[in-house]
């Protein structure tokens, strides 16, 4: 499952797809974006979670700290799902069905 964030990027809005690629690391996709052609957000960033903030491949540290509030909020909600094979339930299942206990 794939989150969806909007945040204000120089006064207008802008939409950006989220998955997960790894624990703590998260790449952003722009898919919309409603304010001035020449002051277009950046198109594709990569967000990790570091203790204490969110870092980015952004030179606007406020851009990524507003995607990586949405993203907590949605973690800390259980909104936001892991790509497929990641999940330690779903390697648990597949090991029962190997050994035949499923």
């Known amino acids: 499952m794939e989150l969806k964030a909007i945040v204000m990027y120089r006064g207008a809005l802008a939409q950006y797809q989220i998955t997960q690629e790894h624990e703590g690391i998260f790449q952003a996709h722009l898919t919309r974006?409603?304010?001035?052609?020449?002051?277009?957000?950046?198109?594709?960033?990569?967000?990790?979670?570091?203790?204490?903030?969110?870092?980015?491949?952004?030179?606007?540290?406020?851009?990524?700290?507003?995607?990586?509030?949405?993203?907590?909020?949605?973690?800390?909600?259980?909104?936001?799902?892991?790509?497929?094979?990641d999940s330690r339930e779903e390697n648990r299942d597949s090991d029962s069905l190997r050994k035949g206990n499923g």
């Open 33 to 85: 974006y409603d304010g001035k052609v020449d002051h277009l957000p950046p198109y594709k960033l990569t967000l990790i979670r570091g203790a204490y903030k969110w870092t980015g491949n952004s030179e606007d540290p406020l851009l990524v700290e507003s995607i990586g509030k949405v993203i907590d909020k949605k973690l800390r909600t259980g909104g936001l799902l892991r790509r497929a094979g």
